[in-house]
T-cell receptor, first 114, second 115 residues
């Protein structure tokens, strides 16, 4: 069965610093991988996804993630944090690469200090 | 294009009651999925409907049920509410599987409190 592990339930960075949110997955099939962001009192918004092809995926708001099959990782990065990046971030893997069933990690809350 | 709309946004129920939550997907989206979000368990998949048929189901008891109408709108029902059902219930729509698999558009959720 697929599973997702996010290292660190809370990450704090200074404005302008590098953001690195870690995600490792397990999957019995070539995975579809996702990062979603949730702002307070809102639903989730898709940041980026990996299906096949290029392993470095660029998303919205300057975020990107790299799929590393050998490390079963899909870490999320952003070169320079902005105050508006403060939110909770979820890594997810598609259960069957077909529909709407995703397996989510426990989430990482990102705080950005001025 | 209007987003995913969930109603009601907030509700309070007592143990033993039942509740029905509604979700209107983005126009043109035929798949609707439901998730439960709690601080302890995180985001857990409840079920997915596509063209009025349940396509996938998570590991929740039979008290949790859903349905989808011909216009793709969906409802979920929880019967005999328990304190542990207190959660944010999120609905998400997507165009279809295939290359758009997992590209979910979420509503803002219905926050259920069970007293």
């Amino acid at each position: 069965a697929q599973s997702v592990t996010q290292l660190g339930s809370h990450v704090s960075v200074s404005e302008g610093a590098l953001v690195l949110l870690r995600c490792n997955y397990s999957s019995s099939v070539p995975p579809y991988l996702f990062w979603y962001v949730q702002y307070p009192n809102q639903g989730l918004q898709l940041l980026l996804k990996y299906t096949t092809g290029a392993t470095l995926v660029k998303g919205i708001n300057g975020f990107e993630a790299e799929f590393k099959k050998s490390e079963t990782s899909f870490h999320l990065t952003k070169p320079s944090a902005h105050m508006s990046d403060a939110a909770e971030y979820f890594c997810a893997v598609s259960e069957d690469n077909q529909g709407g069933k995703l397996i989510f990690g426990q989430g990482t809350e990102l705080s950005v200090k001025p | 294009k209007a987003g995913v709309t969930q109603t009601p946004r907030y509700l309070i129920k007592t143990r033993g009651q039942q509740v029905t939550l509604s979700c209107s997907p983005i126009s043109g989206h035929r798949s609707v999925s439901w998730y439960q979000q709690t601080p302890g368990q995180g985001l857990q998949f409840l079920f997915e409907y596509f063209s009025e048929t349940q396509r996938n189901k998570g590991n929740f008891p039979g008290r949790f049920s859903g349905r989808q109408f011909s216009n793709s709108r969906s409802e979920m029902n929880v019967s005999t509410l328990e304190l542990g059902d207190s959660a944010l219930y999120l609905c998400a729509s997507s165009f279809d599987g295939g290359r758009s698999a997992g590209e979910l558009f979420f509503g803002e959720g219905s926050r259920l409190t069970v007293l």
